[in-house]
């Protein structure tokens, strides 16, 4: 399994739950962004500068995902792609995004999407807390093991 991140909007708390798993587990995890980004030096991280544009770092890495990779991304539309791929995506949250909801969760982006075009404060997310940071640490363990369990 690889580990890609949608890394321009990543809180840098995630990351670091990331870089602990990628070299604790010899999981390749590759962070693209439109930035320059730092990693910590190991062989199992790298970042990717890709051009800036809409949707440059998604694109790239709808092109390079494959069944059974993990993707990091609060992005429903890139979350759906990679559904569609089969390859996992979870938010940073800790939300998994899977062919069960993605359906009702583009629904749903879209619509607010609407509301905001219009005009409606719709307000934002709430803050990123500890309980998010946990739920990701949960959640991403869970995908790993589930991974790594031999068939």
Same mark, same amino acid.
Not at 143 to 149: C, G, P
């Given at each position: 399994?690889?580990?890609?991140?949608? @890394?321009? @909007?990543?809180?840098?708390?995630?990351?670091?739950?990331?870089?602990?798993?990628?070299?604790?587990?010899?999981?390749?995890?590759?962070?693209?962004?439109?930035?320059?980004?730092?990693?910590?030096?190991?062989?199992?991280?790298?970042?990717?500068?890709? @051009?800036? /544009?809409?949707?440059?770092?998604?694109?790239?890495?709808?092109?390079?995902?494959?069944?059974?990779?993990?993707?990091?991304?609060?992005?429903?539309?890139?979350? @759906?792609?990679?559904?569609?791929?089969?390859?996992?995506?979870?938010?940073?949250?800790?939300?998994?995004?899977?062919?069960?909801?993605?359906?009702?969760?583009?629904?749903?982006?879209?619509?607010?999407?609407?509301?905001?075009?219009?005009?409606?404060?719709?307000?934002?997310?709430?803050?990123?807390?500890? /309980?998010?940071?946990?739920?990701?640490?949960?959640?991403?363990? =869970?995908?790993?093991? =589930?991974?790594?369990?031999?068939?």
């Amino acid at each position: 399994m690889q580990i890609w991140v949608d @890394a321009d @909007a990543c809180p840098g708390v995630i990351k670091e739950i990331l870089y602990r798993a990628a070299v604790r587990h010899a999981l390749p995890l590759t962070l693209v962004a439109n930035q320059w980004l730092r990693v910590p030096p190991s062989p199992h991280i790298r970042a990717v500068q890709v @051009a800036q /544009g809409f949707d440059v770092a998604d694109s790239h890495i709808v092109e390079q995902v494959a069944a059974g990779d993990l993707v990091i991304t609060a992005d429903i539309p890139l979350a @759906a792609l990679v559904v569609e791929k089969r390859a996992f995506a979870l938010n940073p949250r800790g939300e998994l995004y899977s062919a069960e909801n993605i359906r009702q969760l583009l629904d749903m982006r879209n619509f607010m999407d609407s509301l905001r075009s219009s005009g409606v404060d719709t307000g934002g997310p709430p803050a990123f807390g500890p /309980g998010d940071r946990q739920n990701f640490a949960n959640q991403l363990d =869970r995908l790993i093991a =589930r991974q790594r369990k031999p068939v």
